[in-house]
């Protein structure tokens, strides 16, 4: 039997602790609920690191023996130490997986990796969202429908000021008209990086089947594969495989 997938669900862990609304929501915070509905999975192994802990939680041992990173920040970006931003980006060049969630779209470990602000529109009105499936071949979309619908939500709008992606799994529509690439795939080095729009802190958004269908479908995508090249950091000089002569 394969190893099982071994996942980091990080959170800031702030506004759990601040506001009775968002602590009634995830009484274990939402790295707790999401790590817990991660390990009920066959083949996944999820433990948690929060922005309070000693280097946040993510010591180069925890990297080191982590698969799947997964994020959620929203009002303590800034605090996020850049040595530790500086780590986690060469993890996933060397080949660890990165799921970025819903306001961790702000986080400096995202935009390192996108290289670029992104920033959005949005609002909060507890408004319907459809995320439409606009890559129905794509592994994250395995087991969905067409689209699926969750009842309240923070919408965010395009224009999403990210790279292009390489695949755009979602794209929502919210009741109030704005359109929004909700699923985004990107590969970094070795490393493949996934952003997922839900996971406003005041609804009960990681409770949902779907959502939860979703980031199991990108833990098992963004997983390390077994490749040819053991560390990406170094240039290398590199010999011939073929013995040949230049003419002058
Ligand atoms: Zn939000």
């Not at 800031?12 to 790295?31: F, L, M, N, S």
């Not at 925890?62 to 060469?90: F, K, P, S, Y």
Request: hydrophobic content about 40%.
């Amino acid at each position: 039997m394969a190893a099982p997938i071994r996942v980091t669900v990080w959170n800031e862990y702030r506004h759990e602790k601040t506001d009775q609304v968002v602590a009634d929501v995830y009484p274990e915070g939402i790295h707790g609920q999401i790590a817990k509905f991660l390990s009920a999975q066959p083949g996944i192994v999820a433990g948690t690191a929060t922005l309070d802990e000693p280097e946040h939680g993510l010591s180069e041992e925890v990297l080191a023996n982590t698969d799947v990173l997964i994020w959620w920040g929203h009002m303590a970006h800034r605090e996020v130490a850049d040595e530790i931003v500086d780590r986690v980006q060469q993890r996933i060049l060397n080949g660890m997986g990165l799921i970025v969630l819903h306001s961790g779209h702000f986080s400096k470990v995202f935009r390192r990796m996108m290289g670029t602000n992104c920033s959005l529109k949005w609002r909060e009105v507890g408004e319907r969202e459809r995320l439409w499936v606009t890559d129905p071949a794509h592994p994250i979309a395995e087991g969905l429908g067409e689209f699926f619908e969750i009842p309240h939500v923070e919408m965010y709008g395009e224009f999403f000021d990210i790279p292009t992606p390489d695949a755009t799994v979602f794209i929502s529509w919210f009741q109030g008209g704005e359109v929004f690439r909700s699923g985004v795939a990107y590969h970094r080095g070795k490393g493949k990086v996934f952003y997922f729009r839900p996971g406003h802190e005041t609804f009960p958004i990681f409770y949902q089947a779907e959502v939860q269908q979703v980031i199991v479908n990108a833990v098992r995508w963004a997983a390390p594969t077994k490749g040819p090249y053991t560390d990406l950091s170094p240039a290398l000089r590199y010999q011939a495989n073929e013995t040949f002569t230049v003419e002058e």
